[in-house]
């Protein structure tokens, strides 16, 4: 059975940090590229950041660049996502991913992950 279990979510004050983790189990952790969404209320779920277990190479959004950092301990078959200067605008419900394959470029895509865990709420209080 697959399964992505988010951990980590939780309130902060703006300018603030977070630690997000994702386990994986149920499929070969080093074939996929793991990532994270988020989506808050009324948007659309948007690409965070994507991590190939592979090769490490990494995608991250636009509005994340710089403040966010995706790590992969692939004994472990976890993902990392440190949140820093955390605005209000990251309040979300943050989700982990994953889709097979070595590639990060389609990871600003949701079509592209092929398997969904629960998400984790992040709220950043100004």
């Known amino acids: 059975e697959v399964q992505l279990q988010a951990s980590g979510g939780g309130l902060v004050q703006a300018g603030g940090s977070l630690a997000l983790s994702c386990a994986a189990s149920?499929?070969?952790?080093?074939?996929?590229?793991i990532g994270w969404f988020r989506q808050a209320p009324g948007k659309e779920r948007e690409g965070v950041s994507c991590?190939?277990?592979?090769?490490?190479?990494?995608y991250y959004g636009d509005s994340v660049k710089g403040r966010f950092t995706i790590s992969s301990d692939n004994a472990k078959n976890t993902v990392s996502l440190r949140l820093n200067s955390l605005k209000p605008e990251d309040t979300a419900v943050y989700y982990c991913?994953?889709?097979?394959?070595?590639?990060?470029?389609?990871?600003?895509?949701?079509?592209?992950?092929?398997?969904w865990g629960q998400g984790t709420q992040v709220t950043v209080s100004s």
């Open positions: 991913a994953a889709a097979p394959g070595f590639s990060v470029s389609r990871c600003d895509d949701p079509n592209y992950m092929y398997y």
């Open positions: 149920g499929f070969t952790f080093d074939d996929y590229v």
């Open positions: 991590i190939s277990s592979s090769d490490r190479s990494t």
